[in-house]
């Protein structure tokens, strides 16, 4: 099992910045992939930005440029950075972190992002 705790939601105004983190624990020797999720009210979860354990990256045409995924580990933890310029109202989610290991995904709890315009 992997366990997961995101941080650093808020409330922001349009142009600012923040920064997501997402640590990972338990059993991370499994874990290949960390992404970044996003559901505004209404719609579907989007994949926002995905991080492989050999560096590569890949985000959401709608934040390329902006946003910036990087991934951390140790012995005991992974985690997963999301930092997040030139913000929108259109960024206005909740964004999940997930783990993706051997055989299923893994979610956190997910941490409220609000721009105000």
């Known amino acids: 099992q992997v366990q997961l705790v995101e941080s650093g939601g808020g409330l922001v105004q349009a142009g600012g910045s923040l920064r997501l983190s997402c640590v990972a624990s338990?059993?991370?020797?499994?874990?290949?992939?960390m992404k970044w999720y996003r559901q505004a009210p209404g719609k579907q979860r989007d994949l926002v930005a995905r991080?492989?354990?050999?560096?590569?990256?890949?985000?959401a045409d709608s934040v390329k440029g902006r946003f910036t995924m990087t991934m951390s580990r140790d012995n005991a933890k992974n985690t997963a950075y999301l930092q997040m310029n030139s913000l929108k109202s259109e960024d206005t989610a909740v964004y999940y972190c997930s783990a993706v290991g051997y055989r299923e995904e893994y979610w956190g709890q997910g941490t409220q992002v609000t721009v105000s315009s």
């Open positions: 991080v492989l354990t050999d560096g590569y990256t890949n985000y």
């Open positions: 338990g059993v991370i020797f499994e874990i290949v992939e």
